[in-house]
Structure formats: structure tokens, C-alpha cells
């Protein structure tokens, strides 16, 4: 019975935690989005008290039910390891194994270390819950879009437009690649152990590990009743229960309650700890042999180019009509600072709080934010605004940070808030090179940070270009955007350290 | 239909598809020759109307196949994006427009990004010389072919594409456009051009000389003024019961087809229509003038009034239509064989609903592309035909309280994205104003692309 409530909700929460990250219309998160804010790293780097609390009593109560049932990586492991169970003689696998307990600890260190160094990449590495917003955001969110896709065109045949079509896009090699590794040992890990990644690599799961060793509420085994079957053993996925003694290891155990059913003589149950007292099962982890998630730590920086060597879209001489002229795709300009979204404040607080868990890359529904390639923010999201703009109607990514990354913020407070400033360049103006009135940038300015000025001084007629006053401007890049120069735009935006509300 | 099949040539074949057409009419299933718009389904192939060139005699059909609108490949409508036209398709329309007594082919060399003579050639080159006429133009677009050498280039080339040595019609190409008078001499006047031709015509390969007009027609009247020297043959006008007496009021600088027809027709110069049904715009139309016209005749197409509205004229030598689907060519078969003439009674009740029309805000966009292709990347005539479809289907909402607002928003926005990919977008236009002077209906498209623009924008944020 308490397993099939643990697998009822598992599914549940897993279900609609990977649709926050596949859905891209924001239906889903106007219900769930509760459901990433009480993951547990992501409420600790928001500050989050509430969840905190919550958390640790729900463990100090419970046990590491947070690990069975809200975790999406943990539910993911579970459906591994379900599925390498379904195979012939494989539903009793498992044996128990002792704690590696210096190898659990000394990653929880460096994750700490590295948390508080602001080693946003390293973190964002072994947090269980960006991992797997990662897997869901990388490999899973395209076959879902492309699905998608699938029914917009058979709605568009029909006249309906109930599915309208979304652009899958590989928004950063890295980020993918780490996604992809990441999926391929934990898979491997949960296929062949169960939750080994949890019991040794997990900081969260040490943390709450530690707390789960004083649980209220946790699985005992009754030595009367116990023939030393070994089955509850063989078939424990964290490897935890020591049958011949009769121990548990609760700091690993994840209360799944699969042991209860498991025994056949009815000697393991879940009951509050003063019934019956246990003893701690022996502390000596010496063998250490546990794969680490080897990302490959080369420096991806963003591809760029020299300036310079923009070539530009000529407009070529009409002879005959029809056709559609060749658009060229837009280059990522070499920034000098990233570009972090309103309400992340500074790129120092973003960098400091956000778990890389991909969750607004997900949602952003202009195509603006993707992984970044710096090696320090290793798969933290960035703007950049080749593929659409930070547009004004739009705070997706402020509604559905779980990590106080980027705070909530109202549609009036993100018109006013300078994230960046725009900068022209001067040798891919569309009005000085093809001769041809533009203003495209100033059209479209939702803060009239732009004006078209005769580029001859003293020649009202002369063709106009635009200034930009950086006092108004911001940095939203609908210019750089819609500028008609490519691949490079005339005119593109420098990110702030600091943001500054207007 | 009892007949030696073996003896059946591939032109009696269609003949008998037509009169198979018949003997099934009133049955529940015609293949082949099924009819789409529930109208019904006879084409006949022996009643098409013909008028009478006083010039040369020539018997013309009174429908003439425009040849701008050709298929493509990929079954896409009409010439969508850049894809090759569908020569087998085209042949086919040929075949079975020639079956049926359509004997008018009207092309040009900028038609299709300059690949509807090439293709026109093909199709009709499979059928003997004398059982069609052949309509080209000297184009005009771009001022690198204003030459005296670039001229003669162009027309040579024409002959070529078409696999003749003689051209039954040809046409001085968009006269008015542009900057109208000016472009007009530069065009055909200073180098020497006209003279040229008119020394082709005394030598027999063109066997007709005429203009086709769009615009400022100050050059129309400058060029009827010279008839007695020119001796025109035939002249293109764009007719219909919308231009008739409204062309001016939906443009002013457009003029009424009521007076550009009344001038010819007081010279006795026959007259070509072309636009008889606006791109569509006269068959796709709100659903209270769909309404309107079916309710006086049921099993007529829409497009049929405005096809009978432009024949009834009897100096109108043919009617142009740009037919990309079999079921256009059938259609509009069926309109002029024979003629219904139109009757007063009937006149009058299409000019009342010219006059519902124009309560629409319809953006006069016949598709023809010639402001194609825009160097910036905007696909043009999507993004209109898009928002008079809106229009149409009452996806418009003018405030953020209409009762639709929220289906209309979707369906507007959803469908721009699936009409016009995102980078051919409205909110693209820089206003370089390039298409403009190429727009025979002379739309201010950079002023509408900031038009609709503006409304996705209002849309988008939800500030309606």
C-alpha cells in the first residue's frame, strides 16, 4: 500500500516536472510551476525558508521521501532501474553494500566549496535537479516539440489552430553534450545499482541523508520474525539493508518501500523509530570506485568573428517578379558582458543562485536564453538576440526560476529595468552601406531609446541613422534583432554587471 | 461515347472527358472531372464564346489564359517561396484549356522569376502553330534592359523561350508604372524601342502591337492621343466590378475601368482584361458578399459573376485569368461556354456589391508578386494576403472586449506564423520603398507593412 502511494506520486511528480520543461506554451506552469520551487538546492539558493523547513521536517519525519517521489532524477533512476529489473532474473540484483561515507562527504564539501566560490559550472554539474532539467531540456524537449510540430501540420491542414508549430533548436553544444553524458551514466549507473548516484555523488542526497538517519517514521526489520532470506537485501535498489544483522542504513535509505513487500515473512515494516530501536549499521567505506560525470572541461566560448568582416545582404537589382530573397542567419556579436534577464539584478547574483537547471531556457518563448559556453558559468543561461528579443509582454523566465536566480517581476517593472545598453556600428548601417532609408531599430524601440539623425551634419536630407541615448535604452534588443544587417546587426547589445531600474 | 476507343487522339480524349462530364452531370460521382465548388459539373469543350479581332480576324477565346500564376512544385498554391513551376502540371492545364476551346495565352518575361515563357513554350509548343495566340511583353522592370540592344535582347529571347518565329500579340509591359510618363519615354520612346516594333509588326512578326496599363494614366491618354500614328491594335486594361466604378476611390492614383474602357471602346480598339477577378480577391471574399451573390445564383461559383461582369463588355477581346489549379480552368470554362451575358438588372446588382465591398478594408493585393522579391527578406504579398484573410474570416478584432477577441488573436497570430516565416514578417520592413513603384495596384507597402506591424505588436502585448 505505501509503495504504491510512493509510486503513484513519484509518477505524478515526474510527469509534470519534465512537462515544465517540454511544455513552451505556459499552461503547465500556471499550475505546477510550484513543483520546481520545492526542489530542495533550488529553494536553498533562493532562500526559500519556507520549503527549507518543510523539507527538513518532511525527511526528519519520513525519512528521504523527497527522494522518491520529488526528485525528478531520483524517480528517473527508479524507472531505470524498474525497467533493467523487468529483465529475466533480474528482479533481485542488488546486494547490500556498505557506505562510502568519505567519498559522500568529500563531494558535498566541494560542492559547498564550490557554491560558495561562485564555481557556477561545478555546481550546476552534480545538482541532481538541474541534471535532470537538463536531460529533460536537451534530450527529451526536442522529440516533444517535434511531436508537436507532427500535429501542427496536420492542424494546419485541417484549418485548426489548436497546435501551432515551435522551432527545435540546439541551443548550446556543451550544454548538450553535459546532458547527454550526464544521461548516459546515471542511466547506466541506475540499470546496473539502482541509486548509487544518490548514496555517493548526490549533495542533496547526503545532506538529506544525514537528516534521514534521525527519521521519525522509517523501515525496521523485525529480527524474531527474520529468517535472513536476504531478499529484502537483493532487491533494496540503494543497497542499504544489511539482512544478516538486521540493519538498515538509513542515511541511504530512500523509502521506497519496496523491502516491505518484498518479505515474505512479514518481518519489515514502517513504523515510528521508538518501537523499536535500531542499531547503525557499521561506517567503513574504503572501496571507491564510482564513476564521476566526466564533462569535458574544454572552454566553449560563443562563436564570433571579427566585426569587420561582416559581409552584408546587398539589395540586389529587381529583373523579374517573384522569389523570396536569401536571408542570411544572424552571428552572435562578441559581447563584452553577458546578458543576464531582468530580475536576475546582476550577473553577480545570477551567477551566485541560478542551478543551470534549464528550466527557463524551456519557456523562453523567443527563442532568447540558452546555456552559456564560459567555463565559470558553464550551462547557466544568457540572452542573446539572433533569433528573437527580449520581448515586452513576456516575464516567463522571472515567473518560473525555482532558484530566486532571477526574482519575479511585473510586466511594468521589466520595461524599466536596464539589463544592457545598445551599441551601433557604424559599417553595418543598412542607410551607409546600401544607400536606402531604414530606421528599423528606432521603429521599434519600445522605449524611444533610439532617434534617426541625418548621418550628414548640417543635411536635413541626408539619409537618417540612428543614435542611441543609453539613459532610455533597455538593452531588451528588439534593435539588434530586427536590424536588417547580416550577419551582423548595425547595431547590438552590451550587457550590464548591474542591472538599474530606470 | 460508344466510339472506336483505339482511334481516341489524346485532344478528343479531353473532348470526351468534357462530354463525359455531361452524360454524368446529375450523377452522384464524376471522377476526374468533379466538380469542387458544388457547382455543377459540366465543362463543355464545343460552347466556348469567341470575338472577333477586326484587325486580323483572328477568332479569340474569350477566355485567355494568363500565364503569371503557374503552378509549382511541392502542391503549394501557386507560386509560394522559390520553388520550380510544375511543367507537367502546366502541360496539363494547356492540354485541357486548348481541348476546350481556349486558344489565348498571355505571358511575359519577368512572369515567374522569369520562367513562365520558358514553360508556356513547352506546353505549347506539343500543339499545332495555328490552333493558338501567343501574348508576350516587352517587361520593364529593371532600368539594366532599358537599352535599345537590351530591348531587342529581351524580345529575341521571347521568341526563343516560346519556340516561335512570330508573335501573334505583344505589349509595351506596365505602361504608367513607376514614375509614369517619364518612364514611359525613357522605357520605349528615347531608344528607339517603339519604333523598332512597329517596323517588326510592317514586317509581320508581330502581328499585333498594343500596351498594357497600370497607373498614371496621363500615359494612357498621351498614348490614345497618338493612335492615328501608332495604330494600336489592342490595349490591356485591369476590369472588373470592383474598378469599374470604385479603382479611384480605393486608390487615387488609380483610375475608374469605366473610363479606361470607354476610351477604347470610342476608338474601336479592342480590349484585353486582366485582373477580372483581383488575385482572388473577387471569389475569396467576406462571407456576407459570398452571401449575397449565392443567394440570387445558388449553384454559381463567386468567381463566376466577376468572370461574366468582365465578358459582357463586347469589345473586350478576351479575359486574362491566371489559372493555377484545374479547377480555376474549369471554373472559368464553364463561365464562357457559352456567355451568360450579363443583364442590367443583373449590372446593377453587381455594382451594389462593389459598393458592400468597400465598406472592407480590404488591402488591394492581387498577388501578382511583381514587388517581388523584397531585397530585405519580407515575403510581401503573404503578409496582405494574410490579413485580408483575416479580414475575410473576421479574425480582426478592433478591441481587446470584442466577443471573439481571444480565438480571433490565436487564429491571426497562429496563422501569420504558419503564412509568413518569422524573418518575412512585417515588423522586417526597413521602408527602403523599393517594392512600391513595382505595384501595379499602387500600394503603399512599406505604409501597410507598419500597418500590420503595429497591429501584430498591439496583439502580441494584449493592448488592443
Request: aromatic content about 10%.
Amino acid at each position: 500500500m505505501l509503495r504504491k502511494i510512493r509510486q503513484i506520486l513519484a509518477i505524478l511528480f515526474f510527469a509534470l516536472i519534465t512537462l515544465l520543461f517540454l511544455d513552451f506554451t505556459g499552461t503547465i506552469h500556471a499550475w505546477f510551476g510550484w513543483m520546481a520551487k520545492i526542489q530542495f538546492l533550488p529553494a536553498v539558493l533562493a532562500l526559500n525558508v519556507g520549503v527549507i523547513l518543510f523539507l527538513v521536517v518532511l525527511t526528519l519525519l519520513f525519512g528521504r521521501v523527497y527522494c522518491s517521489v520529488i526528485c525528478p532524477m531520483g524517480v528517473f533512476q527508479d524507472a531505470v532501474s524498474w525497467m533493467s529489473g523487468l529483465r529475466k532474473k533480474k528482479k533481485y540484483r542488488f546486494s547490500y553494500s556498505s557506505e562510502k561515507r568519505i567519498l559522500r562527504y568529500a563531494v558535498l564539501a566541494l560542492f559547498i566549496i564550490a557554491l560558495v566560490a561562485g564555481v557556477g559550472s561545478f555546481v550546476a554539474l552534480l545538482a541532481p535537479y538541474s541534471s535532470y532539467g537538463r536531460m529533460a531540456n536537451n534530450l527529451f524537449a526536442p522529440l516533444y516539440g517535434w511531436g508537436n510540430n507532427l500535429l501542427a501540420y496536420f492542424a494546419e491542414r485541417a484549418d485548426s489552430y489548436a497546435f501551432y508549430e515551435t522551432s527545435v533548436w540546439l541551443k548550446s553544444l556543451p550544454t548538450f553534450l553535459v546532458a547527454l553524458v550526464t544521461f548516459i551514466v546515471v542511466a547506466v549507473l541506475a540499470w546496473k545499482n539502482g541509486r548509487t548516484y544518490c548514496n555517493t555523488i548526490c549533495p542533496v542526497g547526503t545532506v538529506l541523508g544525514f537528516l534521514s538517519r534521525y527519521s521519525l517514521f522509517r523501515i525496521s526489520i523485525d529480527a524474531g520474525k527474520c529468517t535472513s532470506c536476504s531478499l529484502c537485501s537483493r532487491k533494496c535498489k540503494a543497497a542499504c539493508i544489511d539482512y544478516k544483522n538486521h540493519n538498515v542504513d538509513y542515511s541511504r535509505c530512500v523509502s521506497c518501500m519496496d523491502c516491505i513487500g518484498t518479505c515474505k515473512h512479514d518481518a519489515i515494516s514502517y513504523r515510528p523509530a521508538w518501537k523499536k530501536r535500531a542499531t547503525e549499521a557499521p561506517a567503513d567505506g574504503q572501496q571507491a570506485a564510482v564513476k564521476e560525470t566526466s564533462a569535458s572541461r574544454r572552454s566553449f566560448l560563443t562563436a564570433t568573428a571579427g566585426l569587420a568582416s561582416a559581409s552584408l545582404l546587398k539589395a540586389q537589382e529587381k529583373k523579374v517578379d517573384g522569389g523570396l530573397a536569401v536571408i542570411e542567419e544572424k552571428k552572435i556579436p562578441a559581447r563584452a558582458a553577458a546578458i543576464v534577464p531582468p530580475g536576475a539584478w546582476s550577473s553577480r547574483h545570477f551567477l551566485q543562485h541560478c542551478t543551470a537547471c534549464q528550466l527557463c531556457v524551456s519557456v523562453c518563448p523567443n527563442e532568447v536564453l540558452r546555456p552559456s559556453g564560459d567555463l565559470m558559468k558553464l550551462m547557466q543561461p544568457e540572452m542573446s538576440y539572433e533569433r528573437g528579443y527580449c520581448r515586452p509582454e513576456c516575464t516567463k523566465c522571472s515567473e518560473v526560476c525555482p532558484a530566486g536566480a532571477i526574482r519575479p517581476i511585473s510586466l511594468a517593472e521589466k520595461s524599466s529595468i536596464q539589463i544592457g545598453h545598445a551599441v551601433w556600428i557604424k559599417d553595418n548601417c543598412i542607410p551607409l552601406t546600401d544607400g536606402v532609408e531604414c530606421g528599423n531599430c528606432a521603429r521599434h524601440c519600445p522605449t524611444g531609446a533610439i532617434q534617426m539623425v541625418p548621418s550628414e551634419e548640417g543635411d536635413p536630407e541626408s539619409l537618417k541613422i540612428p543614435v542611441i541615448n543609453t539613459e532610455r535604452c533597455i538593452g531588451c534588443g528588439a534593435c539588434e534583432n530586427l536590424c536588417p544587417s547580416r550577419p551582423f546587426s548595425a547595431i547590438y547589445v552590451e550587457g550590464h554587471l548591474e542591472h538599474r531600474m530606470l | 461515347m460508344k466510339e472506336n476507343i483505339k482511334d481516341m487522339s489524346r485532344r478528343a480524349f479531353f473532348k470526351k472527358v468534357g462530354a463525359a462530364g455531361v452524360a454524368a452531370a446529375g450523377l452522384a460521382s464524376c471522377s476526374g472531372n468533379g466538380n469542387p465548388s458544388g457547382t455543377p459539373g459540366e465543362v463543355p469543350a464545343d460552347k466556348m464564346t469567341y470575338r472577333t479581332n477586326p484587325k486580323t480576324g483572328d477568332k479569340v477565346s474569350l477566355l485567355g489564359f494568363g500565364m503569371m500564376r503557374l503552378p509549382s512544385v511541392g502542391g503549394r498554391s501557386a507560386r509560394e517561396g522559390n520553388e520550380e513551376i510544375d511543367q507537367e502540371m502546366v502541360n496539363q492545364l494547356v492540354d485541357y484549356a486548348i481541348a476546350h476551346g481556349v486558344n489565348y495565352f498571355d505571358t511575359s518575361p519577368a512572369y515567374c522569376r522569369g520562367k513562365s515563357e520558358h514553360a508556356t513554350g513547352i506546353a505549347l509548343s506539343r500543339h499545332p502553330r495555328d490552333k493558338y495566340f501567343i501574348a508576350t511583353k516587352l517587361s520593364n522592370f529593371a532600368p539594366a534592359t532599358w537599352t535599345f540592344e537590351g530591348s531587342i535582347a529581351m524580345y529575341r529571347n521571347s521568341m526563343k523561350e516560346l519556340q516561335v518565329d512570330y508573335l501573334d500579340y505583344l505589349l509595351l509591359h506596365g505602361i504608367g508604372m513607376g514614375s509614369g510618363m517619364e518612364e514611359y519615354k525613357k522605357r520605349y520612346e528615347d531608344n528607339g524601342v517603339l519604333d523598332f516594333l512597329l517596323e517588326e509588326r510592317r514586317a509581320g512578326r508581330i502581328r499585333n502591337l498594343g500596351f498594357s496599363y497600370h497607373g498614371d494614366v496621363k500615359v494612357f491618354d498621351y498614348l490614345l492621343s497618338r493612335h492615328e500614328e501608332y495604330q494600336w491594335d489592342f490595349v490591356q486594361i485591369q476590369l472588373n466590378y470592383l474598378d469599374w466604378k470604385y479603382a479611384k476611390e480605393i486608390n487615387p492614383r488609380n483610375t475608374d475601368a469605366e473610363y479606361l474602357y470607354g476610351e477604347l471602346a470610342k476608338r474601336n480598339i479592342p480590349a484585353v482584361i486582366m485582373e477580372p477577378l483581383l488575385g482572388g480577391r473577387l471569389s475569396n471574399v467576406p462571407d456576407n458578399i459570398v452571401a449575397h451573390l449565392k443567394q440570387r445564383e445558388p449553384e454559381l461559383s463567386v468567381a463566376s459573376w466577376a468572370f461574366r461582369f468582365a465578358g459582357s463588355f463586347p469589345d473586350v477581346l478576351t479575359v486574362l485569368s491566371g489559372m493555377t489549379r484545374m479547377e480555376h480552368l474549369q471554373d472559368n470554362i464553364r463561365s464562357y461556354a457559352p456567355l451568360k451575358a450579363l443583364t442590367d438588372e443583373e449590372f446593377g446588382f453587381l455594382q451594389d456589391t462593389a459598393t458592400l465591398m468597400m465598406q472592407f478594408d480590404t488591402i488591394p493585393c492581387n498577388d501578382c508578386k511583381y514587388c517581388m522579391p523584397c531585397p530585405y527578406g519580407l515575403d510581401i504579398p503573404a503578409i496582405l494576403l494574410h490579413y485580408n484573410k483575416c479580414l475575410n474570416e473576421g479574425n480582426i478584432p478592433e478591441h481587446s472586449q470584442d466577443e471573439n477577441y481571444r480565438t480571433a488573436r490565436r487564429a491571426f497570430l497562429v496563422g501569420y506564423d504558419r503564412s509568413v516565416p518569422k524573418l518575412r514578417q512585417a515588423n522586417h520592413c526597413i521602408g527602403c520603398n523599393q517594392c512600391s513603384p513595382h505595384c501595379p495596384q499602387r500600394i503603399d507597402i512599406p505604409k501597410e507593412m507598419r500597418r500590420i506591424d503595429e497591429y501584430v505588436e498591439r496583439l502580441k502585448q494584449n493592448t488592443l
